[in-house]
C-alpha cells in the first residue's frame, strides 16, 4: 500500500525558517516531489529527490534519506508570498505520483 | 507556451446530470494525469495515460467516471450521473517525453459542484 505522512499545519515567522517533514511508505521508489500550492491555485513543482541527500535550490531545499523514508524541505528567509500548502509526493511508479493531504504553511509578520 | 489548459474552470451542476471536464495538455507531452483533490483526502490521481493509451485507472472510483484521450492534444473526464460527492477541484497534470523527467505540469483545475 501507499501512505505519506506529512503534518497538516504549520505557522512561521517573516524571515525564518521552517522544516517541513514527510514520511512515506510506497510499494516501489522512483523518487520523492515537493509540491508548492497556494489556495484556489495548481501545484507547482518545487524539488525532487531521487538519492539521498540535500538538493539546494535558492531558498528552498529538499532532503531525502531512502532508508529511512524521510524527506523534508527547509524554507529559508521566510516570505510572506510563501504562505501555501506544500505536498509531498511519492514515485510509486516510473509516471505516477502518490500524493499526502499536503502541509498548510502561514507565514505571519 | 500556454500551460496545460483546462475547461471550464468551474462547473455547477445538479446530481444525476451529466459532468464533461475538458483537458489540453504542454504540446510535445506523452503522459497525461486526472487527479481530484478534496480536503478530507488530499490529491488523488484517477487516471493516467501513456501516448493516448490508458495505463493506469485503478483511481477512478467508480464505473460513473470515464476517460478519454483520442489524441495528443485533447482528453476528457466524464462524469454520469454526477452525484454531490463528487464535488471536488479535477486537475490534469502533463508530463514531457523526456527520459527522466518526472516533473508533471498541472493546468488550473476544474472546480466541480454538484448540488
Known amino acids: 500500500g501507499q501512505n505519506i505522512d506529512q503534518p497538516t499545519e504549520m505557522t512561521a515567522t517573516e524571515g525564518a525558517i521552517v522544516q517541513i517533514n514527510c514520511t512515506y511508505q510506497?510499494?516501489?521508489?522512483?523518487?520523492l516531489f515537493w509540491y508548492q500550492q497556494h489556495a484556489g491555485e495548481a501545484p507547482t513543482f518545487l524539488s525532487y529527490?531521487?538519492?539521498?541527500g540535500l538538493e539546494e535550490k535558492g531558498r528552498f531545499s529538499s532532503f531525502l534519506s531512502r532508508s529511512k523514508g524521510y524527506s523534508y524541505l527547509l524554507l529559508k528567509e521566510l516570505q510572506m508570498k510563501d504562505s501555501a500548502s506544500y505536498l509531498c509526493?511519492?514515485?510509486?511508479?516510473?509516471?505516477?505520483?502518490?500524493f499526502g493531504t499536503g502541509t498548510r504553511l502561514t507565514v505571519i509578520p | 507556451d500556454a500551460g496545460v489548459i483546462q475547461s471550464p474552470r468551474h462547473e455547477v451542476t445538479e446530481m444525476g446530470q451529466e459532468v464533461t471536464l475538458r483537458c489540453k495538455p504542454i504540446?510535445?507531452?506523452?503522459?497525461l494525469f486526472w487527479y481530484r483533490q478534496t480536503m478530507m483526502r488530499g490529491l488523488e490521481l484517477l487516471i493516467y495515460?501513456?501516448?493516448?493509451?490508458?495505463?493506469?485507472d485503478s483511481g477512478m472510483p467508480e464505473d460513473r467516471f470515464s476517460a478519454k484521450m483520442p489524441n495528443a492534444s485533447f482528453s476528457t473526464l466524464k462524469i454520469q450521473p454526477s452525484e454531490p460527492r463528487d464535488s471536488a477541484v479535477y486537475f490534469c497534470?502533463?508530463?514531457?517525453?523526456?527520459?527522466?523527467?518526472?516533473?508533471?505540469?498541472f493546468g488550473p483545475g476544474t472546480r466541480l459542484t454538484v448540488l
Open positions: 509526493a511519492s514515485t510509486p511508479g516510473a509516471n505516477n505520483l502518490f
Open positions: 510506497t510499494s516501489g521508489f522512483n523518487g
Open positions: 529527490n531521487v538519492l539521498d
Open positions: 504540446s510535445g507531452h506523452n503522459s
Open positions: 495515460f501513456n501516448n493516448n493509451v490508458p495505463i493506469d
Open positions: 497534470a502533463s508530463r514531457p517525453r523526456l527520459a527522466g523527467a518526472n516533473e508533471q505540469f
